[in-house]
């Protein structure tokens, strides 16, 4: 694996992701969401995207310096401290495993949030589309223009809160996909250090 990878993908991921962001804005689409969206919701739901972007770049280049330790140093150095686990061999790889992937489990879970946030915006809109439709008022001339601009309204709402958590989730998921091949990659090659390191003690042990 090249040195720093990982944070190479990153970057590319990221720079696309904001460009493509920047041409939106720049075409007006970034401003007729905002103002098409009343609740603010949209707002929320960016800033929850880069929060879990922001945690999610801070265990890239974590997982990417140790493995990149773990590649430059001699097989009998230990890996990262903190990280290995002993105990039995039978269990070694399991406890392993789970101690370096819970460690990535916030960014799925940042990932996951920016989803369910769209789809609270959208029950939020639809009550929104709602709340000015009367049956009194339904034929009464007068009262049909300011329903029909709530109902718009809300309708807006409900969209675009809908696809800005779909986006911005899937933007997350993609880095989150990166770091969690990154810490894949980590594991195999500290579980193999270890075992390396079982095998030399083992080794001397009966040598002795």
């Not at 800033?47 to 773990?70: D, H, M, P, Q, W």
């Not at 061999?89 to 989803?115: G, N, T």
């Not at 696809?163 to 998921?173: I, M, N």
Request: net charge neutral; proline share 3%; with cysteine.
């Amino acid at each position: 694996m090249r040195p720093y990878l990982l944070i190479y993908r990153t970057i590319l991921v990221n720079v696309i992701g904001f460009a493509l962001l920047a041409i939106a804005a720049v075409k007006g689409w970034i401003a007729e969401l905002l103002a098409a969206d009343v609740t603010d919701l949209v707002i929320v739901i960016f800033v929850v995207f880069l929060v879990g972007l922001a945690i999610c770049a801070e265990k890239i280049v974590t997982t990417s310096r140790y493995t990149n330790r773990l590649h430059g140093a001699a097989a009998d150095l230990p890996g990262p401290a903190g990280l290995y686990i002993d105990g039995p061999p039978e269990l070694l790889a399991e406890a392993l495993k789970s101690k370096l992937f819970s460690r990535i489990a916030v960014v799925r879970q940042f990932a996951a949030a920016l989803v369910v946030l769209g789809l609270v915006g959208t029950v939020i809109g639809f009550i929104i589309a709602l709340s000015g439709v009367t049956a009194e008022d339904a034929g009464d001339v007068s009262t049909v223009r300011p329903m029909i601009s709530t109902l718009i309204s809300g309708m807006s709402v409900a969209l675009y809160t809908t696809l800005v958590g779909a986006l911005l989730g899937l933007w997350l998921t993609i880095n989150y996909r990166i770091l969690s091949t990154g810490t894949a990659t980590l594991y195999s090659e500290m579980l193999t250090r270890k075992w390396k390191s079982l095998t030399t003690t083992a080794e001397q042990s009966s040598a002795t």
